[in-house]
Structure formats: C-alpha cells, structure tokens
C-alpha cells in the first residue's frame, strides 16, 4: 500500500511518458522489433522451488544455513584452521561479455554466485551487460531492450526488494541525461556505457564507504549488537578491529537458519570478543549494550527498513532502554515502498525445521523479514552520507528523479 507516495504518483507520470515515445517510435520505425522478454517459464526454470522466495535461497547460499558439516568447519576456523573454500576469484567486469544467446537472467545469476557479490550489484553487472551486447541501432530501441531485461531481473524474484531497487536505480541513473537526445547514436551508445560503469563501480564500492564513514560512531569499550548476516555490518565491524579499536559484540542466534553463527564464527577470526545470544535473550542483555548495528534488505520511503526477521523487536527493545539503532545500508537499498504495517508488503518465504514433527493443523509463520518504523531507528550509515531516518524521503526524490 506504497500507491500514497509522492513518489509513485511521480512513477505513474514517467510511466506515461515511456509508453507514449514507445508508441511514437512503433509508428514512425515499422522496422524497430526489440526482442520479447523471457516467458514466465523461462524464469520459473531458473527459480525451481517456487514455495520458497528466490530472496532466501539466497541467503541460504551465501550466508550458509547451518548444517553439521558447516558446524564443524566453524569449530576449525575458530581453533585457528584456514577455510578457502568460499574464496571466489573475482571476475573482471570489462573481460565479461554475453555470449548471443545467453539471458540477461543467466548473466545475473554468473554474477550473484559470488558470495562477496551483493545480489543488486550483480543485477546492475548484468544490466550493463546488455547494453554492451546489444544489437540496437537506434536509443528508443536500446532503452526498451533495458527495460525489457529490468522487468525480466524484477520479476525473476518479486520478493527481493534490493534488486527491484537497483533496477529502477539503474534505469533511472543510465538514461536520465538530456545530451542523449542530441547525440549520434554511437555516441550516446558510448555515454550510456560510461554511465553504467559508473554506477556499477560506484554499487561496488558503497560497502568500503559506509565502513569508514561510521568509525567514528564506534568507541573503544563498547559492546555492539548485531542481528543476522549483514555484509555491510561485517565489513564495519572489520574496519574498525583493523583500527585497533577494543569493542566486543554480541551476536543474536538468528534462528531459524542460525546466520548470527557465521557471524560471531567472522568475529572470532578477528580476534574480537564475541559472545552468542539466543533469539530471546535480547532483552535481558540490552543492558550491557552500548549499540545495535543491523543492516537492511530495504529502505523505505518512511526512512524504516526491512531486514530480517526480530529487527523490529531488538529497536522495540532497544528504544525503551535509550539504545542507539544504526542502520548500514546500500544507497540501491532505497526503495519506493511505503508499508503500513508488517503484512503490508510481500512476504519472503523460508523453510522452518523445528526438528521435531509438527501437526498438519497448527500454521507456521515462514516470512523471513519484517517492518521497523523510522522512530525506532536513529542513524542509517549509507554510501550517500550518515543520515536520520526522516531525510531518507528527500534521497529518495533525488535518487529516482
């Protein structure tokens, strides 16, 4: 129920637009025939377990649902054993090109195996892709081809408000400069690579920036909480242990796929003090907590996130006892969404195993994120500058204008 947004009656607007210079252009090329998008088919191959959101599975992946095997690697990585096996070669985005035949969805998917990737960044790789492989011979014709791969990555999984964001993120950044207009073909071809490039490596680089730019808030003595697997929280808390600052954290369990493991398994390697909270101990160990950092699957026009499931009951916590709640997240996390409440948004879906059966007739609640309001949040730490979460709608404007 976002449709109250100043920004999505904006989003109508340029909508009409597209449609309209889309249909001027049909009239005036009869020869312009861009390629169809992929069928539903098509992308329910690539996303096989449709009972589970494409969101999770991967999270599964990257973040590594705990299993026996996986518990005993931690155990070794902890007792001062080296493990390699996540070590993925980074591929260089000039030598990538893609292949005639190969979907835009097959190149994201080349992308977002690498765990280091984040699934929006490896959206934006492939996008700018497409605009290197392409066949176009006119902008309109280009453009609809984007747009037609954007709606594709869209619709590959609903539920990932990340990747939604970066696609319109992307579209917005690429083709939002007049000289477009007045330039040759080959030309403007040339600007919107040189603008997809940028904004990839700008994507790319957002975590470095964001670790730096909350060292300050970090003081030697505290104790932070965290919650989940954030990649941005990881690498902040890395920075600062680098720095030689003395801090220790707390690491909630995050059931039920256990990612606050890995995470304190991370803080173990870094020699930082680490101590492993089950989900509902939370509150009895608030008062030992100087600060809770969380990351974000989305920021929403409100300035609140969406994050994963328990967030909005540590800022519950956290707010009653006065506890600052900083949020590390991506500018491509800004999303144009304006949730009301917890279901007002569509659920990503995960498996649950209790580990003991349970009764067909009892109903399990399986979404993988909730809400947070801005009034439980006190700073969001993003590569675009340490904002309060009532400037986030400001952003916003500019960022999708």
């Not at 991506?330 to 349970?358: H, N, T």
Request: aromatic share 8%; net charge negative; charged share 25%.
């Amino acid at each position: 129920m976002w449709y109250r947004s100043p920004s999505f009656i904006l989003d109508n607007q340029e909508q009409e637009k597209f449609l309209l210079r889309q249909q001027l252009d049909q009239q005036n090329d009869d020869v312009l025939n861009p390629p169809p998008p992929p069928s539903m088919s098509e992308i329910s191959i690539q996303n096989p377990n449709p009972n589970i959101s494409a969101y999770y599975q991967t999270r599964a992946a990257h973040h590594a649902v705990v299993t026996s095997d996986w518990l005993a690697q931690a155990q070794a990585a902890v007792s001062g054993g080296v493990t390699g096996e996540d070590t993925v070669e980074k591929v260089e985005e000039d030598d990538r090109v893609v292949e005639k035949g190969e979907s835009v969805i097959e190149e994201f998917n080349s992308w977002r195996k690498q765990p280091d990737l984040a699934e929006a960044v490896a959206a934006i790789r492939a996008l700018a892709s497409v605009i290197r492989s392409s066949k176009a011979t006119t902008m309109m014709e280009l453009e609809i081809e984007l747009k037609k791969a954007s709606d594709s990555l869209k619709s590959w999984d609903a539920t990932s408000i990340s990747l939604t964001a970066a696609c319109d993120l992307f579209m917005r950044y690429v083709t939002r400069t007049s000289a477009l207009e007045y330039e040759d073909f080959n030309s403007a071809r040339s600007r919107l690579m040189e603008r997809a490039e940028k904004f990839g490596e700008i994507s790319y680089k957002a975590r470095r920036i964001i670790s730096m730019l909350s060292q300050d808030f970090i003081f030697d003595g505290c104790t932070i909480l965290v919650h989940g697997f954030s990649r941005v929280v990881l690498e902040v808390l890395k920075t600062a242990a680098q720095n030689k600052k003395s801090f220790r954290v707390f690491c909630t369990e995050g059931r039920p796929d256990r990612t606050g493991l890995r995470f304190s398994n991370e803080m173990a390697k870094l020699d930082v003090p680490v101590k492993l909270l089950i989900d509902s101990a939370v509150a009895y160990s608030m008062d030992e907590v100087d600060m809770v950092f969380v990351g974000a699957d989305g920021v929403v026009e409100s300035g609140g996130i969406i994050n994963m499931m328990g967030t909005y009951q540590i800022a519950l916590v956290a707010h009653s006892l006065n506890k600052p709640v900083y949020v590390a997240a991506e500018s491509y996390k800004f999303a144009r969404l304006y949730p009301l409440d917890q279901k007002d948004m569509a659920p990503a879906l995960r498996p649950i195993d209790f580990g003991v059966p349970v009764p067909s007739k009892v109903e399990i609640e399986k979404s993988a994120r909730d809400y947070t309001p801005p009034q439980y949040l006190t700073l969001l730490f993003t590569d675009l500058g340490v904002l309060t979460p009532s400037v986030v709608s400001d952003e916003l404007i500019q960022l999708y204008l």
